[in-house]
């Protein structure tokens, strides 16, 4: 059983920082697989914001994060990082981490941030594992 916990989040000053953490258990170790980082605030769709192929490194962000967060892993732990630098008020948000049921397809050894938007628009929540999730919440 595919299974994501995470841990990190809280409150924050704007131009603050903050780590998110994201295990992953339950998937065959032998395979590479894509994780996704989304966001998601009161009312509104949830959106995918930065993503991560294990097979590469590679990774792929929104414009509203490039520049200030960063996706990394630790192989060893099953872990996936989201470090976020430069915290502004509208980067309060809920937080979840995902990984793709059935694998997913790549493009370059990049799970392009289109192909994660697609997935989940196609097949919505169902088509992933997802975190429990937690909150991110940044003062001015």
């Known amino acids: 059983q595919v299974q994501l916990v995470q841990s990190g989040g809280g409150s924050v000053q704007a131009g603050g920082s903050m780590r998110l953490s994201c295990i992953i258990s339950?998937?065959?170790?032998?395979?590479?697989?894509?994780v996704g980082w989304f966001r998601q605030t009161p009312g509104k769709e949830r959106d995918i914001i930065a993503t991560?192929?294990?097979?590469?490194?590679?990774?792929d962000y929104a414009d509203s994060v490039k520049g200030r967060f960063t996706v990394s892993r630790e192989d060893l732990k099953r872990t996936t990082f989201l470090q976020m630098d430069d915290l502004q008020p509208d980067d309060t948000a809920m937080y979840y981490c995902a990984t793709p049921k059935g694998g997913c397809n790549v493009a370059d050894e990049t799970w392009r941030l289109a192909f994660a938007a697609d997935r989940l628009r196609r097949n919505g929540n169902w088509g992933f594992y997802w975190g429990q999730g937690t909150q991110v919440s940044v003062a001015t």
């Open positions: 339950g998937l065959n170790p032998g395979v590479k697989h894509c």
């Open positions: 991560l192929f294990t097979g590469s490194g590679n990774t």
